[in-house]
């Protein structure tokens, strides 16, 4: 992706003649039950996930996350949610995602084409979707870890099964993550929409919404710092503007 997306007010997002990307709203996420936004998640996982998130998950399977390239987790994830009876997909809307086949092109690599044949995802195709979803979602991809020996790595896998294991065990105790947002956007005197307006507000309005909230407070508190002595002219400018930078 040559240049940064501005998904601002928009609904849908053309990226090219064969792909056009759903910006949801709230209320499109949530659905009728939390069902409807744990599969939202799950599916913006696919593209976005990075074998650095799944570090003890690969090395079960035998595979060293360090090896392993982002779209050969998507190919992988793929084939693993294809099986799921209960997958559906909403983030493209001139297509399911589910409808494609994975194929390969003149070079041998892995592609995925719909019923015609026709190429609709290739690697550099799924290496721009991935930052145009995660940017849309207002998420970060992982970036890649990479560690100097065999002791420093054999230990981050250890650590990495502990706390996927504390996870799954926490699992029945974590709330939506609208929720939290929901609640601490309309509470805020500076957020136009309440509980009902909001669930007509798109994702990447609503996520970087709160970023411009929190980047807002973040400088008045700066600023406020300046009456106990402290020097401003030390920070960088990124501190001081009131713009989200990503």
């Not at 399977?61 to 909403?90: P, Q, R, T, V, W």
């Not at 084409?113 to 550099?124: A, L, P, R, S």
């Not at 002791?151 to 502990?162: L, T, W």
């Not at 009902?196 to 709160?210: H, P, R």
Request: proline share 2%; glycine share 4%; with cysteine.
């Amino acid at each position: 992706m040559a240049k940064k997306v501005s998904f601002i007010g928009r609904k849908t997002y053309r990226y090219n003649d064969n792909i056009t990307i759903l910006i949801p709203t709230i209320a499109q996420i949530r659905g009728d039950n939390e069902k409807d936004e744990d599969g939202f998640w799950n599916e913006v996982s696919l593209f976005i996930k990075t074998p650095s998130d799944m570090i003890s998950e690969l090395d079960a399977l035998g595979m060293d996350f360090e090896e392993l390239s982002d779209y050969e987790l998507f190919l992988l994830l793929f084939s693993i949610f294809a099986h799921n009876d209960n997958k559906s997909c909403d983030i493209f809307e001139n297509f399911s995602l589910w409808d494609l086949k994975p194929d390969v092109d003149k070079e041998h690599r892995v592609i995925f084409v719909d019923k015609n044949g026709k190429e609709i995802i290739n690697e550099q195709i799924y290496n721009d979707l991935s930052e145009i979803i995660a940017d849309m979602t207002g998420t970060k991809k992982t970036e890649k870890k990479k560690f100097g020996n065999a002791f420093a790595k054999k230990k981050r896998i250890e650590r990495d099964y502990y706390l996927k294991e504390k996870a799954r065990k926490d699992k029945d105790k974590n709330e939506s993550i609208l929720d939290s947002i929901i609640l601490r956007l309309v509470c805020n005197s500076n957020f136009p929409y309440d509980f009902e307006s909001i669930q007509n507000v798109t994702i990447y309005d609503t996520m970087y919404g709160l970023k411009q909230i929190d980047k807002d407070i973040s400088v008045g508190e700066i600023m406020d710092s300046r009456l106990v002595g402290a020097d401003l002219n030390k920070l960088p400018k990124e501190a001081l503007s009131r713009y989200v930078i990503e």
